[in-house]
């Protein structure tokens, strides 16, 4: 180190970086621990502001407080390339920042009490805590953001000894190889993580790394009380999420969503929410409010309760679609990670309940073909492979259990034409058929399980909404089988008086399944018995763009 650094002059960003490694716990190898102190301290005297004691124990202590107050402001932040920004506030503040003063919705995201409360012990629980909070992989945090990380506090520490001296925050990155001794520790150290991770980095994380990572909206924030019961989800015309219930419409203070899930789990909901950012959010409705919590990338997202009281959200992630699923836990935050299941090219999934309790997913592919994966062992075990259901090009999917326990598996083809298969008894194979059903250029539509355990299928087409409903049908040897009626036997429904709706779901109840309609102000809902339809009933004076069930 020079005279002229000691005495507050230039100051080298790159060795500033490799003295950093040692305060945030990762002392490269071969690193002079004494010079790496002396030069901190050194570059503690001329930051603005200077401290008043010059002591070595009052200059680490000025340099942490430094450091966490830039954390905390987003000044790090400011000293990097755009695409880092996004990520960089939250890994500033778990590396740097003050422990006590990190913000809930942080907290929140990175779950484990654990972690937060051993954050500053080692490097590793601040990569782990790192990790959960950006959902991704910890050895991405280790091998490809920590040194940006440790440019970006130099540059940042460097501009304040050297005021007017900062180089552009669009800048290209420099890292901790460009010295001699950075590229020794750079080189030994990505050499050994690599070799453990790098397939399962890259392939998982090459799509975080590139894409914006801005975290926006209400992240952290508690959801409203719902304390009536949830008739279904809605989504306005500029993506905000309400809850119908049977007392009236909650505003569920999430915006820009461009699709959602539910599950319904006793008096609670659990919300899967697919924002205009790429991530999913969820959060459990109820009595008890829940708070809106980030899950990471990614779309086509479905959760299911189980019977454990946790919830399950299968989503396709990265580039390439892989389907995924991740955990939340009894207190409503995911308990783990993301964990792939054995499906790819995912366009569209949903998720229902075996009879004995194990989830089940259906979906289709980009190339059309339906598949369905399973629990094998419940919570943890699935699947090692995804079951090929065939049939041609799909876009849309639905998956739901028989009241006799048996799955089926409907698609939306081209043209808007519902085909569907089902097992043939109740958790074992399935038909090797796809049948029709007899509607055509549908823009809506829903299944569900009505009274009876008669299958209730209602669609919205151009010119309104139609209704099928399976019959008892009576067998040679006796028995009575629920089947559909032929193609001819088509009820039309009007449950705006008139009006075409915007919007429609199905929703089961005690008393059967009602189909719920939007449009014209308002949202209705008609019940459908064994006698048929009956008469709309009001459910909001509002209406709203889509409509989700609440499934359970």
Known sequence: MTSEAATGGPFDVDAVAGALRWVVGRAPRQADEAADRELLRALAAALDPAPADPSPRALDAHLDAVLAEMAASGEIADHCAPRHRGWMLDVARIYVGDPAALPQD?????????VLSHLHDGVTNRARAAALALDVDPNLIRVRREPVLLDALATALVARATPGSAPPADRPLATPGRSRRGRVV???GALVVAAVAVVAVWVWAAAD????????????VAVPAVVDPVVALGLDGEGGLVALTEGGVVDLGLDDVAAADAARDGDRVHVVAERGDGHLHHATLGPAPGRWLDLGAGRAATIGATTEATAVVVAGRGPDG?????TIGHDGRPAGGWSRLSATGVVDVDMAVNLDGR?????VTEDGTAFNVWQSEPP?????FSDDRGGEAGTRTQLLTNADGRLELWVERPGGVLWNTWQVAQGRGWTDEWDPRWFEGVRDWRVAVGAGGRLVAAALTADGVVLRQQVPVPQADGTTRLMWPPSTIVTTLDPLDGVVPDALTVVEDDDGARVVASGDGRTVAVPVGLEGP??????????VAELVPVDG
């Open 106 to 114: 942080l907290r929140d995201r990175i779950g484990s009490e654990t």
């Open 186 to 188: 750079a080189g030994l």
């Open 209 to 220: 790394e590139e894409a914006p990572a801005p975290r926006t909206g209400p992240v952290g």
């Open 322 to 326: 892989d389907l995924a699923h991740r």
């Open 359 to 363: 989830l089940e997913v259906g979906g």
């Open 380 to 384: 943890h075990g699935w699947s090692s």
């Open 534 to 543: 009956g008469d709309p009933e009001p459910v909001a004076p509002v209406a």
